[in-house]
């Protein structure tokens, strides 16, 4: 079945950095979108970066210039690579897939078109 599991999350200062990583399996994600959520206690669920199986990705306004996604299918991963990080980034964060499903398809980065979740892993900055 399909399995994606988050790793890389931690305590972090402002301006600090991490980097997480989504592994994925169970299916072939060559071609799927992979998408990184984010929630934050008592706020919604949000799209925070996805990228299309061709590559063609979205950033939301906030993190723009600051994270920066990636795909290796080879190794069946997916990275969030986050800079200049903020006290407003902390939440937990999530990947997810459409997948092979065909209830779900991504339009957009929302979490509507997603139906694989992996378990989320925690991002905090703070000093």
């Known amino acids: 079945q399909v399995q994606l599991v988050e790793s890389g999350g931690g305590l972090v200062q402002p301006g600090g950095s991490l980097k997480l990583v989504c592994s994925t399996s169970?299916?072939?994600?060559?071609?799927?979108?992979i998408g990184w959520f984010r929630q934050a206690p008592g706020k919604e669920r949000e799209g925070v970066s996805c990228i299309r199986s061709n590559g063609e990705i979205y950033y939301t306004d906030s993190v723009k210039g600051r994270f920066t996604i990636s795909r290796d299918n080879a190794n069946k991963k997916v990275y969030l690579e986050m800079t200049g990080l903020k006290p407003e980034d902390t939440a937990v964060y999530y990947c997810a897939t459409d997948g092979p499903n065909p209830t779900y398809y991504y339009t957009k980065c929302t979490a509507a078109d997603f139906g694989f979740w992996g378990q989320g892993t925690q991002v905090t900055v703070s000093s």
């Open positions: 169970g299916y072939n994600m060559d071609y799927y979108a």
